[in-house]
């Protein structure tokens, strides 16, 4: 069985850095394409980042290049989130996703919630 | 950006009958491989989204075969054949064609 499980949500202050890490399980970790979405109720769906198998190439929505890094573990099947200079409009629930861009993620995680305010 | 635009936003359906989402697209999702990049997603509440459909009608392994895609171009189409109790959610399209992906704002099926 597919599992995905995110961490490293929480609160942070705007300007702050969080790091959100992904542990997968359940499948062939180095031969897919990882990707992190986002979701706010008043958005929606929003696609964040994706990284390809092994890890050379990475794609980043414009808005968010250079500040957030996706990067990726394959000795340990975990997939990561690393988001520095963070604002308000960052605040969402990000989810972990087994695919890449042409045809969308087919597993996700539960979602771990960021919420960025002072 | 590609915008996907859905409709309705609300689907009030009766179980046992059938319903339909319509998506439509900014520009032609025809890839310059040939390929078509648009698929659909659930997400049942309290639950994570999980993709139903890709490349427009490939139905994802365990998925009913009462959903079906279908549609070109920038037109595409979900229709649920007979709706179950189970099917209660928000329906996403999605567009891979163009960097970045882009969904669609949600339509929220409920039973009438």
């Known amino acids: 069985e597919v599992k995905l499980v995110e961490s490293g949500g929480g609160l942070v202050q705007p300007g702050g850095s969080l790091r959100l890490s992904c542990a997968a399980s359940g499948f062939t970790f180095d031969i897919y394409w990882m990707t992190w979405v986002r979701q706010t109720p008043g958005k929606g769906l929003e696609w964040v980042a994706s990284?390809?198998?092994?890890?050379?190439?990475?794609y980043y929505v414009d808005s968010l290049k250079g500040r957030f890094t996706i990067s990726r573990d394959n000795a340990k099947s975990s997939l990561s989130l690393q988001m520095n200079s963070l604002r308000a409009e960052d605040t969402a629930v990000y989810y972990c996703?087994?695919?890449?861009?042409?045809?969308?993620?087919?597993?996700w995680g539960q979602g771990t919630l960021v919420t960025v305010s002072s | 950006d590609v915008v996907m635009t859905q409709s309705p936003l609300s689907l009030p359906v009766t179980l046992g009958q059938p319903a339909s989402i319509s998506c439509r697209s900014s520009?032609?999702?025809?890839?310059?491989?040939?390929?078509?990049?648009l698929s659909w997603f659930q997400e049942r509440p309290g639950q994570s989204p999980r993709r139903l459909i890709y490349k427009v009608s490939n139905g994802n392994s365990g998925v009913p075969d009462r959903f079906s895609g279908s549609g070109s171009g920038t037109d595409f189409t979900l229709k649920i054949s007979r709706v179950e109790a189970e099917d209660v959610g928000i329906y996403y399209c999605m567009q891979g064609t163009h960097w970045p992906p882009t969904f669609g704002q949600g339509t929220k099926v409920e039973i009438k």
């Open positions: 990284i390809n198998e092994n890890g050379s190439g990475k």
């Open positions: 520009q032609s999702l025809v890839h310059s491989d040939g390929n078509t990049y």
């Open positions: 996703a087994r695919g890449g861009p042409n045809y969308g993620p087919a597993n």
